[in-house]
């Protein structure tokens, strides 16, 4: 890849904040491309290379993810540390502990894609929303497949209608011209990423966006820091406008995580009637002078809506509370595991 100034890699000035000068003598800043077992592929303004992670980084809960800043070391291709994010999409773990995952960090917006057939589903919409929300990620939702349907101005004002003020862009995918409409999240630096079920147009429109080159450099061959010989995909790649899509599997297979913090903003119209209603604690099931109820009734709130808000902030909450218990469970282990360890010492009597 050719010289990369800061700002092409996505380099925001509020990066420089967490950084002093000594720092920058210590180290440079280089933006993570890929993740590996053995370390991380990255690109800074000495073009692309390989760093070993240091091990305390390489732990679940700070794990550094693709799109990520790091300071390397000047002389030895070692992170030093990882700069603060701008936003994180994290995924939640397969199997029922709802561990997260980081999946793609300093994301500028998140396309959410949906086709105009029956994958468009407000309540998945809803979802993905909640999910951008939480990542502190701009989210624009793209209806693909306007070209298969006469009813594609229905998705969208449906969605309008249901949604609240989301930004909704309908294209035809397969179009050479697809991608014009979503120029103005592509500006050079910027960073976005795709969303949305399997056959909508996610890979048909990241082809778009990637010029030819590096649509073949999606898999190079590089040193790791070893001087070992690596296959690597990357997965984050520059686009003909000189901003970057994160394409990683952990994107393509992103497991919708509840936000309760983030379903408030979700269901902010939703939220505001519930301060209109005549108690602090109302559940809008049959209390007096309800709101919500009254919205309902007027048809100004949809019961699809409130049924898949309530449904998102149960499954919030069985998250929270697995997660509480899980990191319980781990404090209790280590402070048995020391206790272990004590009563090993005295009977050796050290
Ligand atoms: N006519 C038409 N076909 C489309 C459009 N978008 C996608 N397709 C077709 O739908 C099929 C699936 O598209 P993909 O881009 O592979 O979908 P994807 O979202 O990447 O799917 P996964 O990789 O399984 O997640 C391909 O044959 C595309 O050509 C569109 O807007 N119009
Ligand atoms: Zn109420």
Known sequence: MSFQTLSQLGWQPGYAQHLTLTDFEAGYPARVLAVHRSGLSVLSSRGTGSVVLPHHLLEAESAVAVGDWVLVEHEADRVMRLLPRQSLIERVAAGGDHRRQSIAANVDTLFIVTSCNDDFNLSRLERYLALACEAGVEPVLVFTKVDLSDTANEYVAEARAALGAVTVVALNATDTMAVAPLARWLAT??????VGSSGVGKSTLTNRLLGEASQQTRTIREDDAKGRHTTTAREMFPTASGAWVIDTPGMRELRIGAAESALDSVFDDIEALAEQCRFRDCHHEGDADCAVERALAAGTLD???????????????????TLREKREQSRQFGAMAKEAMRAKRDRLGR
Request: avoid cysteine; aromatic fraction near 8%; charge should be positive.
């Open 303 to 321: 019961h699809r809506r409130l049924a898949n808000y309530r449904k998102l902030q149960r499954e919030a909450a069985v998250a929270q509370r």
């Open 189 to 194: 630096g910027r960073t976005v990423a795709f």
